[in-house]
């Protein structure tokens, strides 16, 4: 996926919630990507630990487990922002007009359904861990070093609920494309043709995209 946005914005509020909302999925991938980070970090203080001073890092697998979450679910708002989840794109991007958005709407609507499932579903897990009668506040805790469970377990629901807002702007960007037959809506990721795609990746890579010109 290019980090070259797709997505066109203008005036509107439907444009300018999916703004605002696109900041905090930004922060959220950000807090991902410095989770990873931190496992590269912990993995060398482990290693050189365990080599220079016969010491691993007390409980690495627990931390290893808690940043789990944040790598793989706290950018899943900020990718469907951009259209950078795996999709069908050799059969969708032969539609055209309201077939196009009306197929959009359709799959994202059912995507909709299937993540209120999960959050509520997550939620629920994350309730059975937590325990304000409990040390840490938690039913359960790692193996190795006690970590509690809960907070990464809050984390799900909240990148799943993030991930439905989403879905909603995109729904209503989609039901107007249906409503007003435009060709190019707002607050919802374009299918770009292969030569798009491909100069827009080049561009993130060198660091010159459009931007910055």
């Not at 808690?66 to 259209?83: E, K, N």
């Not at 469970?149 to 960007?173: D, E, H, N, S, Y």
Request: negative net charge; aromatic residues 10%; glycine residues 10%.
């Amino acid at each position: 996926m290019s980090g070259h946005s797709n997505v066109l914005e203008d005036g509107s509020l439907l444009s300018r919630l999916d703004r605002g909302l696109f900041k905090l999925e930004t922060i959220l991938a950000l807090v991902g990507g410095l989770a990873a980070f931190s496992l590269m970090l912990l993995a060398v203080v482990s290693v050189s630990g365990r080599n220079l001073f016969n010491q691993p890092l007390p409980g690495y697998i627990d931390w290893i487990e808690q940043a789990m979450p944040l790598i793989a679910f706290v950018g899943v708002s900020y990718t469907q922002r951009l259209g950078g989840h795996i999709r069908m794109d050799i059969l969708v991007g032969r539609l055209r007009g309201r077939t196009l958005w009306i197929t959009e709407f359709t799959t994202t609507f059912l995507m909709l359904i299937l993540m209120i499932l999960l959050v509520w579903g997550t939620w629920a897990h994350f309730q059975r861990a937590f325990d304000f009668g409990s040390p840490n506040w938690s039913r359960d805790s790692s193996l190795d070093i006690g970590l509690p469970l809960w907070p990464m377990k809050l984390v799900v629901p909240i990148a799943f609920g993030v991930l439905c807002l989403r879905m909603a702007l995109q729904l209503w960007g989609y039901g107007r494309a249906i409503v007003s037959g435009d060709t190019s809506p707002i607050a919802v990721p374009l299918i770009e043709d292969a030569a798009t795609t491909a100069a827009n990746e080049a561009a993130t890579v060198s660091g010159f995209d459009e931007e910055t010109k």
